[in-house]
């Protein structure tokens, strides 16, 4: 085939308005300035990048952790804690907030990788902290928010830290111990596969204190929060959306040895530069909350010739809006939803209003980028491959017609004829599936857009949790086993391997259009 032109490295359309957006969020397109030298020396494993920022590739082998995972949790006042900061970069310092029955606790920062197999290596460790238990939190009643709002108990540094995904430890004295997550991010994707993690979703399902974006106290929808906020622990073991949706495809990813950048959601919001010259972003197993911001700076990439890989469902489906916390600013996520006529933009600023993006006042149904669009909750059923020639496949020894048990759910996405969708688009796997008493199907699909980049959508939310299937590391895998297992990674690995050499429109095979012969229209 011809080979489309490589955007990146010209001044392109794609590229100009990438830029724009840059221009526009009140950025330049220099790297950052080099930060002071570390106070103490720098781990050993990890290389310097030009910038003077580290970088993940020389960790891939270096020992890893085996005392990483969380012991009992005890009861929920045990020992819960947050950060002041969602993701920050190398040297940078944040704070903790921590409560605990216990009479005192230390901190673990365990950064998430291959390391040989053992998946965790841990890069710091606190001295004994008096521990405190903190009062119950507080609400504010107009958006019934839920906030800690808890005193610093231990200010940390990151000198020394590599660029990655974190699991902090907290581990009271008691033998208690809690998560806390946390993305050391990069501040430079060039050429680089991008980890793209979601704590917005994270808050939006996160029920401590009782409320969430779904549920109030009582667990009624009513009595929701109408914005949720990072100034409180997550619920349960601290952590739960991060290693369900995001940690085995972070330990994938680094076992391949790609090039590979650490960043957030609410980091592409506010600065899209990680993204400047990107081969690649990954949207990891649940990614639904977004802000037009962060949608506007993704297209944008993927017009310059960035691939993007979807590797759930349900993603970008809900718009929301970011707002400061007591003390600093991005650390409220509003999203009212269905009573989106409430929200204070309601009227003034349309495009802000925060509820489903498919959804008035200022419908932008969410496949115009990933070519998918949600369907529904909750569905369990077989994934079936169509296309077996397609080469996210090679290797699986899968066929046309091979199902794959369990893999298709909690919710789904699938190619809405007739929704605004990029072309041409071919359809992978097309599953059958009923939901709600009402057949339909499940897609993965596959789509190049005009400056090159290819973009796959998974069309489950099973994906990543599959990488982990029958190994019992969640507890639970729905019934997804080694031989589903084997074959979503090394579909991973085709992906993540072609999208790493650049825009794949380049290099790979161009998406057969398909829709008409699948849906009939």
């Known amino acids: 085939m011809t080979p489309v032109h490589d955007t990146r490295h010209s001044d392109g359309p794609g590229r100009r308005r990438f830029l724009a957006l840059c221009a526009s969020a009140g950025l330049g397109t220099a790297a950052a300035a080099c930060t002071a030298a570390p106070s103490h020396p720098r781990s050993p494993h990890a290389s310097a990048a030009p910038d003077g920022r580290l970088r993940p590739e020389a960790e891939r082998d270096a020992p890893g952790t085996a005392d990483w995972r969380l012991g009992t949790t005890g009861p929920p006042d045990a020992v819960a804690g947050y950060p002041d900061r969602v993701s920050l970069t190398p040297g940078e310092e944040f704070a903790l907030h921590v409560s605990t029955t216990a ?3 230390r901190v673990s920062a365990f950064r998430v990788g291959w390391y040989g197999g053992r998946q965790a290596r841990r890069i710091w460790v606190s001295g004994r902290v008096p521990g405190r238990a903190r009062p119950a939190p507080r609400v504010l009643s107009a958006t019934r928010t839920v906030r800690a709002d808890w005193p610093v108990t231990l200010p940390v540094d990151t000198s ?8 902090l430890r907290l581990e009271a004295d008691s033998g208690h111990q809690r998560y806390v997550p946390l993305i050391v991010r990069s501040t430079d994707g060039t050429g680089r596969t991008v980890l793209l993690h979601a704590p917005a979703t994270w808050q939006a399902y996160n029920r401590w204190g009782g409320s ?4 109030g106290e009582s667990g009624a929808y009513a009595t929701r929060s109408l914005a949720v906020s990072f100034d409180r622990p997550y619920d349960g073991d601290g952590a739960s959306k991060f290693l369900v949706y995001e940690r085995a495809l972070v330990v994938l990813a680094e076992r391949l040895g790609i090039p590979l950048a650490y960043t957030t959601g609410l980091d592409v919001h506010r600065d899209p530069r990680v993204l400047l010259g990107a081969h690649t972003v990954v949207c990891l197993g649940h990614d639904e909350y977004w802000t037009p911001q962060q949608r506007a700076h993704v297209t944008a990439a993927r017009d310059a010739g960035t691939n993007l890989a979807f590797l759930g469902a349900n993603t970008c489906f809900r718009r929301v809006r970011l707002e400061p916390g007591e003390r600093a600013q991005d650390r409220t996520v509003v999203c009212y939803k269905t009573d989106y ?6 009227g003034s600023q349309p495009a802000l209003v925060t509820t489903d993006y498919r959804l008035p006042p200022a419908a932008d149904p969410e496949s115009s980028l990933t070519g998918v669009l949600y369907e529904g909750f909750p569905v369990d059923a077989p994934y079936v491959v169509r296309a077996a020639g397609h080469w996210l496949y090679e290797g699986t020894g899968a066929r046309s017609g091979d199902a794959f048990a369990h893999l298709v759910g909690v ?5 809405m004829p007739g929704a605004p969708t990029p072309g041409p688009l071919e359809i992978t796997a097309h599953s059958p599936l009923v939901c709600g008493g009402r057949p339909s199907h499940s897609d993965s699909a596959y789509y190049t857009a005009p400056g090159g ?4 959508a998974t069309g489950t939310m099973r994906w990543v949790e599959s990488l982990l299937a029958g190994t019992g590391e969640l ?10 297992r084997a074959f979503v990674t090394r579909t991973t690995e085709n992906l993540l391997r072609t999208f790493a050499q650049g825009p794949a429109a380049r290099h790979a095979p161009p998406p057969a259009d398909d829709v008409r012969e699948v849906y009939g229209a």
């Open 103 to 105: 009479a005192s606790f």
């Open 341 to 346: 006529r409430a929200d204070p933009y309601y």
């Open 160 to 167: 020394g830290w590599p660029e990655g995904a974190y699991l």
């Open 212 to 215: 969430s974006l779904y549920a």
């Open 453 to 456: 980049a290819g973009v796959f």
């Open 475 to 484: 507890g639970r895998d729905h019934g997804m086993d080694a031989r589903t």
């Open 411 to 415: 919710e789904y996405d699938r190619v």
